[in-house]
């Protein structure tokens, strides 16, 4: 994946202006309008359209939080939790349950 080096200038910018807890406030702020736009979708209050924009938003609130915290580990814990993911829906389909 190429890294957009405008967009890391500018997610930069935003600690500097902002400050990292309005920040995180924010990005809490975000999950929680995806959320809503959620709940609402599954009463078909709103267009799936709704739920893609708060999905936008949160997938940028969630660059801010690498830049905060770091990248570190984090493609790796996705990593594992991918592959425990594929293996719960491959047991699912199995008829197997195993509780973790």
């Not at 080096?5 to 930069?12: E, Q, W």
């Not at 924010?26 to 709704?50: C, F, P, Q, W, Y």
């Not at 708060?54 to 969630?62: G, K, P, R, T, Y």
Request: proline residues 0%; negative net charge.
């Amino acid at each position: 994946m190429a890294i957009d080096f405008k967009l890391l200038n500018a997610l930069t910018k935003a600690r500097q202006v902002y400050g990292d807890n309005y920040l995180i406030d924010l990005a809490i702020e975000e999950m929680g309008e995806l959320i809503v736009a959620l709940n609402h979708h599954r009463r078909k209050r709103v267009e799936a359209s709704a739920v893609q924009e708060e999905i936008a938003d949160v997938m940028l609130a969630l660059k801010e939080l690498q830049q905060i915290f770091g990248t570190g580990d984090i493609v790796d814990f996705y990593r594992k939790k991918c592959e425990r993911f594929e293996q719960r829906v491959e047991e699912k389909d199995n008829g197997l349950q195993t509780v973790q």
